[in-house]
């Protein structure tokens, strides 16, 4: 089955800067890839998500790289907030039709004021 | 995205009982999904529940211990059964988007705590 590799676990950035995680997955029919924040005590939420067809998608300050030859694909969160500290999971979706999602392990951000 | 609601949002329950869960939408769908979340820990997939047919378990899920009710395309409930310590967890139920989008939303989730 799939399997969705996530790093790092834990990430500390300061307030203003970049913040990166990075995600690969091992099967390559995949091709829908979402994003989740999840704060603490509250659901996941879907923040952004891009699709096999798609290299990159932005959405102000967020944006996700698709690279299906390597089966990777990044999370990048630009100018960030102390509201974006949260655990990110990233996810894969195999299949057209099936919405079966096999999730990373995490990554806890940590947003230093 | 649909409103998605879920009862209880908390229980504390005696080892050897069972708790039903309930995962309610405020629109039609047709795949609701159920998921593990414990402690500090990634979702893991228990089952797919369809209206209509058996649930689709994962690997090392079994209906005995989770057995899943789909009555119809609004509503599901997961069991928990014999509960043991070990099953202290936040379960949550996720749908898709409507339209026939790819999207799935989670439910607020219900935590669980065995003693």
């Known amino acids: 089955g799939e399997n969705v590799e996530q790093h790092p676990s834990t990430l500390s950035v300061q307030e203003g800067d970049s913040a990166v995680i990075k995600c690969t997955y091992s099967?390559?029919?995949?091709?829908?890839f979402p994003w989740y924040k999840q704060e603490l005590g509250k659901r996941p939420q879907l923040i952004i998500d891009?699709?096999?067809?798609?290299g990159e998608k932005k959405d102000q300050r967020i944006a996700v790289t698709l690279n299906k030859t390597a089966k990777h694909f990044s999370l990048h969160i630009t100018e960030t907030q102390p509201e974006d500290s949260a655990v990110y999971f990233c996810a894969a979706v195999k299949n057209f039709g099936n919405e079966k999602l096999t999730f990373g392990t995490g990554t806890r951000l940590t947003i230093i004021p | 995205s649909a409103v998605i609601s879920q009862k209880p949002s908390r229980d504390i329950c005696q080892r050897g009982t069972s708790l039903t869960i309930q995962c309610q939408v405020d629109?039609?769908?047709?795949?609701m999904f159920w998921y593990r979340q414990q402690p500090g820990q990634s979702l893991t997939l228990i089952a797919t529940?369809?209206?209509?047919?058996?649930?689709?378990?994962e690997s090392g899920f079994v209906i005995d211990k989770f057995p899943i009710s789909r009555p119809n395309l609004t509503f599901s409930t997961l069991t928990v059964s014999n509960m043991s310590p070990e099953d202290s967890s936040i379960y949550l139920c996720s749908v898709e988007g409507t339209g026939g989008e790819y999207e799935q939303y989670f439910g607020p989730g219900t935590r669980l705590t065995v003693t």
């Open positions: 629109s039609q769908v047709t795949m």
């Open positions: 891009i699709r096999s067809n798609v």
């Open positions: 099967d390559s029919a995949s091709n829908y």
């Open positions: 529940a369809n209206q209509g047919s058996e649930a689709t378990y």
